[in-house]
């Protein structure tokens, strides 16, 4: 799933690039994206805030396994664009970095919000 989304992201990219009427990479990513309002947020919200980046455009945080069949599940989310730095993320401590299970604690309330928000 990762590597499909980064896949659109640069399709995106590449369609900006050509002056942002790129009908060919437009249908590439209609070919993947059904919804046509996704396929326009991607071209004008998230490829331009990518627009510098080579690559690496999605973190993948482990939040354990589902409930009902054990599966391991992940959450997919944009890396920010002043995040160079990878999955570091600085802590009240100096320096400190977060621990796997704080991380998999925040992506599961922020996945319950967004859920809740829906």
Do not use: C, W
Request: glycine share 12%.
């Amino acid at each position: 799933m990762r590597g499909d989304a980064e896949h659109l992201i640069t399709i995106a990219k590449r369609g900006l690039a050509d002056g942002g009427n790129n009908v060919h990479a437009h249908r590439l990513a209609a070919k993947v994206i059904t919804d046509p309002t996704v396929t326009a947020q991607l071209f004008n919200e998230i490829a331009p805030r990518f627009a510098e980046r080579q690559g690496g455009y999605t973190r993948m945080v482990k939040i354990g396994p589902r409930f009902g069949d054990g599966a391991e599940m992940v959450v997919l989310e944009l890396v920010e664009r002043g995040d160079q730095g990878g999955d570091k993320k600085e802590t009240g401590k100096a320096g400190a970095r977060q621990s796997i299970g704080s991380r998999m604690r925040q992506a599961t309330n922020r996945v319950r919000r967004d859920r809740a928000a829906e």
